[in-house]
């Protein structure tokens, strides 16, 4: 859709679902306020450049920033060692890095934008994070973007996402990352692009601006069409953490927002007001028995033209 080719290239996790072919539900609760967490902020500018669209991972007692510029690690949050790990799979707007048994993947290699790229459907991986393991230099990894990869029964998985010419509303997976199957097409929720996949009390979520559910990954359940009623939400980063899927960092119909949306059942909705700026394309993940977020891009909206980028780091936790 090439009315929104700049809006993607800006956010990650980019809800672009197509309206559920199914019978309507009502939209899910959202209720102000979550009690009993605080926010604090760790650094005022951590060591990598102002950025957004970039990930972090929690890996054995180490926290990791997958960056467009390289990677970091820290043991506390506070003090990060640039490694010699390189940035492998490119432009991160557009693909991921995904954490699987204990190593971290990186599906295909993407260059340039979404009207001039290259694809390549390379495979790597690193164990001792400081080099990458080119297991397949030319894989059959659907050539496609704008999708977020999981992890569900010791499988890498694949929902939908999108090419040059059209979005997909299928499911792939691989036990290795290099030999893909398809497992199901025309799946009822619809062709879609940047939708995150969650897994809380074993039940998969698939969240865009709408909500669905799964216990097995492949039949899928509609739990709301809409996660505020009447907003359409983009660019948040989902994380579980208490038992509860949070939204970091949306866009409410145009306007960034320091907003967080937390829910226990993917339906009900509470909003919690963060401290730090409004922005999207955030990066964030579960690490010592809290949540870490970092990065970001707030801009390009009638109340602020200018965009601003963040590397601050902050962290959430619940609270004595």
């Known amino acids: 859709m090439k009315h929104r080719i700049y809006f993607v290239i800006l956010l990650t996790g980019i809800a672009c679902s197509s309206q559920p072919s199914t019978t309507a539900h009502e939209a899910g609760r959202v209720v102000n306020n979550e009690p009993g967490y605080g926010w604090t902020k760790v650094l005022d500018s951590a060591d990598w450049k102002k950025s957004y669209n970039f990930q972090l991972f929690s890996v054995g007692d180490t926290l990791w920033t997958f960056h467009h510029d390289g990677n970091w690690y820290s043991v506390d949050g506070l003090k990060w060692i640039k490694s010699p790990l390189e940035n492998a799979i490119g432009n991160l707007a557009f693909l991921d890095y995904v954490k699987f048994n204990n190593s971290i993947y990186g599906l295909g290699h993407f260059e340039g934008n979404i009207e001039s790229f290259t694809f390549r459907s390379t495979i790597y991986r690193t164990k001792d994070f400081n080099t990458w393991e080119i297991l397949s230099k030319e894989s059959n990894l659907p050539k496609r973007f704008f ?78 069409q809409e996660i505020i009623p009447g907003e359409q939400l983009v660019g948040y980063a989902a994380v579980v953490y208490d038992e509860k899927i949070w939204l970091l960092g949306c866009n409410r119909n145009g306007r960034f927002s320091s907003q967080v949306l937390v829910s226990e059942n993917g339906r009900d909705w509470k909003a919690q007001t963060a401290p730090w700026t409004p922005r999207g394309g955030i990066a964030a993940t579960v690490y010592h028995g809290r949540i870490v977020m970092t990065g970001g891009k707030y801009g390009g909206t009638p109340d602020q033209p200018d965009f601003r980028y963040s590397n601050d780091v902050w962290t959430l936790e619940r609270k004595e």
């Not at 398809?182 to 969650?198: A, I, L, P, T, Y």
């Not at 998969?204 to 559910?213: E, Q």
Request: aromatic share 14%; glycine share 8%; net charge neutral.
């Open 147 to 224: 999708y977020h990869p999981f992890v569900f029964e010791n499988k890498l998985w694949i929902i939908g996402g999108e090419d040059q010419s059209q979005h997909y509303a299928d499911i792939w997976n691989s036990t290795d990352g290099v030999t893909w199957t398809k497992q199901k097409d025309n799946v009822n929720f619809g062709k879609r692009s940047g939708s995150q996949v969650v897994t809380l009390k074993k039940v998969l979520y698939l969240l865009g601006n709408d909500v669905w559910s799964s216990t097995d990954g492949l039949n899928w359940k509609l739990v709301t």
